[in-house]
């Protein structure tokens, strides 16, 4: 089923959820003991994020190195169709442009349709760790509207190759990416918003935000989005912060702002199980406020912190 009709068909407030695919040679035991606390609050949808290869030095016996590509976290599309197998619940395959060319991800869409994946989110990606700036793969897609193009034309039976007799048209529903507190290459928010807007009118059927740890920053930013008439839903994207690092490494990474009394709060904290129980009590309160205002769902980035999200999640179902 897809995101929307979950979303149009819900009485209230869903529940979703977002996971990474193993690193490679890891077995797919550990995602479950990750996922089966999380699925008694019966997510409506599980995301699985897609990731690029990275350039690696190796160092050869005579002391000089070889750069190799290694992609870490291969198999998005073969967890979707696992997830969907094992809990009956529907999966949200990401896909990225960056690393990959137009050809290697319509294959990945003809995988992902012939396992009875209904839904992708589609994401530019970033720049590789040692370069500057995000380029495409030559023969690849330069910004994720160009990938959602690529996916919508699938749906209306239209491949790469051109001869094809009779192609299938796909199904997909597509939600793309947006940041209640501007992407960070964008130059304003309403630029930001534009480029949002025209996603959406290109056939982007939802949103889902960028993590935020103030809730008047996804308010504003729904506000700004129907200002500027952008009418989809919205999805919060939500995240505790589990140890004192986060307070640098989430604003350096992910571009967000930490709230003062959080951060103040966390440092005080002697040790890691105490900022857990900060971080846990603050995405308690957001999520309460959130769905007290009728949010479509509630998302929660997992990330290795299953127990936490389980508390959460149960005492606000
Ligand atoms: P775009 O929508 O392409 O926007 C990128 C930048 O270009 C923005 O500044 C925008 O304003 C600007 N822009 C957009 N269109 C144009 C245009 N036509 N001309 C000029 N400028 C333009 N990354 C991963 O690698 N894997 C994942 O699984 C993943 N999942 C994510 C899930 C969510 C919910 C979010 C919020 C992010 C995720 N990311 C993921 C990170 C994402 O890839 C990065 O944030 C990336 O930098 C931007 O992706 P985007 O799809 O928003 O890009």
Same mark, same amino acid.
């Given at each position: 089923m897809k995101v929307i009709d979950h979303i149009k068909e819900a009485k209230g407030t869903i529940v979703s959820f977002e996971i990474l695919p193993p690193l490679k040679g890891k077995a797919i035991a550990?995602?479950?003991? !990750?996922?089966?606390?999380?699925?008694?609050?019966?997510? %409506?949808?599980?995301?699985?994020?897609? !990731?690029? $290869?990275? $350039?690696?030095?190796?160092?050869?016996?005579?002391?000089?190195?070889?750069?190799?590509?290694?992609?870490?976290?291969?198999?998005?599309?073969?967890?979707? %169709?696992?997830?969907?197998? +094992?809990?009956k619940v529907d999966a949200v395959a990401h896909l990225i442009c960056g690393g990959f060319t137009k050809e290697e991800t319509e294959n990945a869409l003809i995988d992902l349709n012939f396992l009875g994946v209904d839904n992708v989110l589609v994401l530019r990606g970033d720049a590789p760790r040692n370069e500057s $700036?995000? @380029?495409?793969?030559?023969?690849?897609?330069?910004?994720?509207?160009?990938?959602?193009? =690529?996916?919508?034309?699938?749906?209306?039976?239209?491949?790469?190759?051109?001869?094809?007799?009779?192609?299938?048209?796909?199904?997909?529903?597509?939600?793309?990416?947006?940041?209640?507190?501007? !992407?960070? @290459? %964008?130059?304003?928010? =309403?630029?930001?918003?534009?480029?949002?807007k025209a996603k959406v009118a290109a056939g982007a059927e939802y949103i889902t935000t960028q993590m935020f740890f103030d809730?008047?920053?996804y308010f504003d930013f729904v506000k700004a989005c129907r200002d500027a008439g952008i009418n989809v839903p919205?999805?919060?994207?939500?995240?505790?912060?589990?140890?004192?690092? =986060?307070?640098?490494?989430?604003? +350096?990474?992910?571009h967000v702002d930490i709230p003062e009394d959080l951060s103040n709060?966390?440092?005080?904290?002697?040790?890691?199980?105490?900022?857990? %129980?900060?971080?846990?009590?603050?995405?308690?309160? =957001? $999520?309460?406020?959130?769905?007290?205002?009728?949010?479509?769902?509630? !998302?929660?980035?997992?990330l290795g912190k299953p127990k936490i999200i389980a508390d959460v999640v149960k005492k606000i179902m």
């Open positions: 550990g995602l479950w003991e !990750h996922l089966d606390p999380l699925i008694e609050f019966k997510p %409506a949808f599980i995301n699985v994020t897609y !990731h690029r $290869s990275e $350039s690696m030095f190796k160092k050869k016996p005579d002391g000089t190195f070889d750069k190799v590509e290694v992609r870490k976290r291969p198999g998005t599309v073969g967890i979707c %169709a696992a997830i969907i197998n +094992r809990y $700036s995000f @380029e495409p793969e030559p023969g690849g897609n330069r910004y994720a509207i160009d990938l959602l193009q =690529q996916v919508m034309d699938m749906n209306n039976g239209i491949y790469l190759e051109e001869d094809l007799k009779n192609p299938v048209k796909t199904n997909f529903c597509i939600g793309v990416a947006g940041y209640p507190e501007k !992407h960070f @290459e %964008a130059p304003n928010m =309403q630029t930001d918003l534009q480029y949002l809730n008047k920053k919205v999805v919060p994207g939500l995240k505790p912060i589990t140890s004192k690092k =986060q307070l640098t490494i989430l604003p +350096r990474t992910f709060a966390i440092l005080k904290c002697k040790q890691d199980s105490e900022v857990e %129980a900060v971080g846990a009590e603050w995405l308690l309160q =957001q $999520s309460k406020e959130l769905k007290k205002a009728g949010v479509p769902v509630l !998302h929660y980035y997992t």
